[in-house]
């Protein structure tokens, strides 16, 4: 080997420390944004959707509780607890629904059961009933490659009146 086969020559940088960090924050920022956009959409249809369901079809059932109807819109447990009567208390001490208010969809999760992703949203809102005021909290869920929704849990607490001055 020659002496000259051993000299490397070194490329001179010419690059600015500016350049070098618009560069490396072009290729770690903009797949990171693209991933949380991706993400916030997501989350805020299935927001969407969940709270289109529970205005447009769980909330008239309560308007004079449909039971039946309500078994055909849950989940199996969900329809299992209302035939053993688990809502029949609920029922009796708040009567029909007569107005919804603050209707709010905000959390939403997925989680995988039986090989099957399952999409659950959290929905809570005001009641106006016929014997009082009440606080509902509703689960629901759906496959996540189905797009129709299902009732997983239903509760409502009582809530005090609000006394305007």
């Known amino acids: ?41 997501g989350h805020a249809k299935l927001e969407r959707e969940s709270k289109a369901f529970a205005v447009a079809t769980v909330i008239p059932l309560m308007k004079d509780w449909d039971t039946t109807e309500l078994m055909g819109l849950g989940t199996p447990e969900f329809a299992d607890l209302i035939r053993a009567g688990g809502l029949d208390d609920d029922i009796a001490a708040f009567g029909d629904l007569t107005s919804a208010t603050d209707v709010d969809a905000d959390k939403t999760r997925a989680r995988e059961e039986d090989d099957q992703g399952v999409i659950y949203a959290e929905i809570d809102f005001d009641g106006k009933f016929e014997k009082g005021n009440g606080r509902v909290h509703m689960t629901v869920t759906r496959l996540s490659l189905n797009q129709d929704w299902m009732v997983e849990s239903l509760e409502i607490k009582p809530k005090a009146a609000v006394v305007q001055k």
């Open 1 to 41: 080997m020659s002496e000259k086969d051993e000299i490397v020559e070194r490329i001179p940088n010419t690059d600015t420390k500016l350049t070098k960090a618009f560069f490396l924050a072009f290729f770690l920022l903009f797949p990171i944004s693209g991933i949380m956009i991706f993400w916030f959409d």
